[in-house]
């Protein structure tokens, strides 16, 4: 009978305090960049579908965020969203999209963040997502749990569903979104409401934070969201997560398994 492959060794606490670093120091220096250098013509392109945005700062962006994470560590690997794909030698990956919620950029609208995570040997390890419009950095490290600005988060322990409020995105092909609202209508009823905020970083993050003490203006409870995009990292209270290309269902991130995972 053959002996299963043993799991990976943890990565050390000095490499993630190393990952983290590097992960801070890029998403902040290229959000700074994105409000301050944002041009008037952001010559806008289309991906996936006509609806499904690109701009000369999200490639900007990405270019950004490689050089500064290379002048730190210059022989990992990284994987974005806007076409970065290089191999690497130290077992690190770095998954970036340098403009999460372009539309919202597009707009000029809040809720766009910058996300950054790290893999070691295939194991989402560190992530970052900043969110200038609101002044807040989240940071997450595996093991140690999620902050929001240096401080410790930890997600709702809510688990009725009508009390839930939730947020949740669309993908960009028509005949997904017909889908996807389909099923929209039918969770409407059922839930306090809904938030489409453009952003499923930022959307993830909320729901890391749960509600503010005493209920009121507190964060969605909950996530639902498509997740079509090739290498989108998100948030979550431990750590990060890559999304695949084949992900077409909901996807539901519910405060229950959040909290039970924190430490």
Same mark, same amino acid.
Request: proline residues 7%; hydrophobic residues 35%; positive net charge.
């Given at each position: 009978m053959p002996v299963p492959d043993s799991p990976p060794d943890s990565p050390s606490e000095s490499l993630l305090d190393s990952l983290l670093e590097v992960a801070l120091l890029a998403a902040a220096e290229t959000g700074r960049m994105l409000v301050n250098d944002r041009v008037a013509d952001l010559g806008v392109g289309t991906k996936s579908t006509p609806t499904d945005v690109v701009t000369v700062m999200d490639?900007?962006?990405?270019?950004?965020?490689?050089?500064?994470?290379?002048?730190?560590?210059?022989?990992?690997?990284?994987?974005?969203?806007?076409?970065?794909?290089?191999?690497?030698?130290?077992?690190?990956r770095w998954v970036l999209d340098p403009i999460d919620g372009t539309v919202n950029y597009l707009y000029d609208l809040p809720g766009w963040a910058v996300s950054v995570a790290a893999e070691v040997d295939g194991v989402m390890s560190v992530g970052v997502v900043? !969110? $200038?419009?609101?002044? #807040?950095?989240?940071? &997450?490290?595996?093991?140690?749990? =999620?902050? +929001?600005n240096g401080r410790p988060i930890r997600a709702s322990g809510q688990v009725e569903l009508a009390q839930a409020l939730v947020a949740t995105g669309f993908?960009?092909?028509?005949?997904?979104?017909?889908?996807?609202?389909?099923?929209?209508?039918?969770?409407?009823?059922?839930?306090?409401?809904?938030?489409?905020?453009?952003?499923?970083?930022?959307?993830?993050?909320?729901?890391?934070?749960?509600?503010?003490?005493?209920?009121?203006?507190?964060?969605?409870?909950?996530?639902?969201?498509w997740l079509p995009a090739r290498g989108c990292s998100?948030?979550?209270?431990?750590?990060?997560?890559?999304? !695949? $290309?084949?992900?077409? #269902?909901?996807?539901? &991130?519910?405060?229950?398994?959040? =909290?039970? +995972?924190a430490p």
């Open positions: 490639t900007r962006a990405e270019r950004l965020l490689v050089e500064l994470i290379t002048s730190a560590r210059p022989d990992d690997a990284f994987l974005g969203e806007e076409g970065a794909d290089s191999a690497g030698t130290t077992g690190v900043v !969110v $200038p419009s609101a002044g #807040e950095t989240f940071a &997450a490290v595996l093991g140690r749990g =999620a902050t +929001r993908g960009y092909d028509s005949e997904r979104r017909n889908r996807q609202g389909q099923i929209v209508a039918q969770v409407l009823p059922r839930v306090r409401d809904i938030r489409r905020y453009g952003a499923a970083s930022v959307d993830l993050c909320a729901v890391a934070c749960g509600p503010s003490p005493g209920g009121t203006g507190g964060l969605p409870p909950a996530t639902w969201s998100l948030s979550c209270t431990t750590c990060w997560r890559r999304c !695949v $290309p084949t992900v077409t #269902e909901p996807m539901v &991130a519910q405060p229950s398994a959040l =909290a039970r +995972r």
